[in-house]
C-alpha cells in the first residue's frame, strides 16, 4: 500500500486532458495553472490516487511519478536522451546489478538515472561542473542515497584518457558526447573482455565515425551493429483505431560492440 504524501515528497498532477505537472509538495505551496491554484495541503496527507480539485473546479488525479515522468519533467541543462532511447540503450548494454560502468557525457543525469535503478555503479566524466552538479541532485531527488552512494562524477575530459578504476575495470561503457570515437581506443585498456560498449549519436555522420573506429581495431571488437529507435502511439477510442497523426521519430542512432580482447 502507498504510503500517505508527505511535505517534500514529488508528485504528479494530471488533469482532465493528460497533461502532467511535476510539483515538489510544501506546506504552504500552491500549484498554479489557468485554471486556477490547488493549495498543496490538498494533497499532503492523501493517498496516491486522489483526486484534488482547483479554485475554478479544474480536476487532477494525483500520483507519484514514474522515471519516465521524472526524466520527462525534472530540472535539466544539458538534452536529455529520451525515454524511448533510455530503455533500449539499457538493455543493449546489458546493465545488471553490480555492474561497474563508465559513463562519458552525464549531462541531466536521465541515463544515469535508468542505469543506477538497474542496479549498477557509475563512474561519469562530464566536463561541465554545473551539469554535473544538476545530474547528481536529479539522482538524490528522485532515487535517493543509496543510488548517491553508486554514482561519482569527475570534471574530466575523456578524449584525453579514462583511469582504470580501483580493485578492477569497467564492465560497461555508455558514451554521449559530441565526439565518442574519441573514446573508443581508451576503452580496451579498461574494460573487462566481453565488456558492452553502447554510444549514442544525433547524427548518422557520428554513429558512421563510431563504426569505421571500431572496424580498424576489428582484433578487440566484435558483434558491431547500428540501430535507432522509432516510437509511435495509437489512437484507440471505440472502433476509431488509427496510428496516432505525430509520432517520435528520429532523436539518435544506438552504435554497441563487445570487446574481445583487453589490454
Known amino acids: 500500500m502507498s504510503a500517505a504524501f508527505v511535505e517534500g515528497d514529488r508528485v504528479l498532477l494530471i488533469d482532465t486532458k493528460e497533461r502532467r505537472y511535476l510539483v515538489t509538495l510544501e506546506a504552504t505551496g500552491e500549484f498554479h495553472s489557468h485554471a486556477g491554484f490547488v493549495p498543496h495541503t490538498q494533497v499532503i496527507g492523501s493517498s496516491e490516487g486522489c483526486t484534488v480539485e482547483s479554485t475554478k473546479g479544474a480536476r487532477y488525479v494525483v500520483m507519484r511519478p514514474t522515471l519516465e515522468d521524472f526524466v520527462l519533467e525534472m530540472p535539466r541543462g544539458a538534452q536529455v536522451i529520451y525515454p ?154 471505440g472502433e476509431s483505431v488509427r496510428p496516432d497523426h505525430r509520432m517520435v521519430a528520429h532523436t539518435g542512432f544506438l552504435t554497441t560492440a563487445r570487446l574481445l580482447i583487453a589490454q
Do not use: C
Open 84 to 237: 524511448k532511447d533510455l530503455a533500449p540503450i539499457a538493455m543493449l548494454a546489458d546493465i545488471a546489478p553490480g555492474h561497474l560502468v563508465f559513463e562519458s557525457g552525464v549531462g541531466s543525469g536521465a541515463l544515469s538515472m535508468t542505469m543506477l535503478r538497474a542496479g549498477a555503479r557509475i563512474i561519469g566524466y562530464e566536463l561541465r561542473e554545473d551539469f554535473a552538479q544538476r545530474a547528481k541532485k536529479n539522482v538524490a531527488s528522485f532515487l535517493g542515497d543509496e543510488a548517491s552512494a553508486r554514482f561519482h562524477v569527475m570534471i574530466r575530459d575523456s578524449y584525453a584518457g579514462i583511469d582504470l578504476p580501483n580493485g578492477g575495470r569497467f564492465d560497461r561503457a555508455v558514451l554521449d558526447l559530441p565526439e565518442p570515437w574519441q573514446v573508443v581506443p581508451h576503452l580496451a585498456g579498461v574494460m573487462h573482455g566481453g565488456g558492452v560498449v553502447v554510444a549514442y549519436t544525433p547524427s548518422i555522420t557520428q554513429a558512421v565515425k563510431v563504426r569505421e573506429v571500431l572496424a580498424r581495431h576489428r582484433g578487440q571488437w566484435v558483434a558491431m551493429r547500428t540501430l535507432e529507435v522509432l516510437h509511435r502511439t495509437w489512437h484507440i477510442e
